[in-house]
């Protein structure tokens, strides 16, 4: 670092803004309840996430060996979950298609073909 130290410039945020440039950060928690179809996601994504650990135990157990994906999986339905927040249509298709999505599909195809 001290060979470096007179080639690299390194900036501080107070340094470069100066002490006053930006007001203090204020922080401020605002409930936002969730929507029916945001409720009813919700269960689903809590529901497979059931239906996947009881299956990753029952094949942990006939192959004996332990549950060292079940940290990755939970990720994964954390993340599910904070997608379901920001906005129902961000989640995967696992969760199966929207409500009357088949029927328009079948509309859309019987205009189409005649």
């Known amino acids: ?23 203090a950060r204020q922080e401020r928690v605002v409930p936002c309840p969730l929507s029916a179809l945001q409720l009813a996601l919700y269960d689903r994504v809590l529901e ?5 650990d009881k299956n990753e135990q029952t094949r942990a157990l006939e192959s004996k060996q332990s549950l060292a994906g079940k940290i990755f999986s939970t990720n994964n339905i954390v993340m599910e ?11 995967s298709p696992l969760l ?19």
């Open 1 to 23: 670092r001290e060979v470096l130290r007179p080639f690299v410039l390194r900036r501080t945020k107070a340094g470069a803004l100066g002490p006053d440039a930006l007001p």
């Open 48 to 52: 497979y996430a059931e239906i996947k």
């Open 81 to 91: 979950l904070r997608k379901l927040c920001n906005h129902p249509l961000l989640l």
């Open 96 to 114: 199966g298609p929207a409500p009357g999505a088949l029927e328009e599909e079948g509309e859309e195809g019987r205009r189409s073909y005649g």
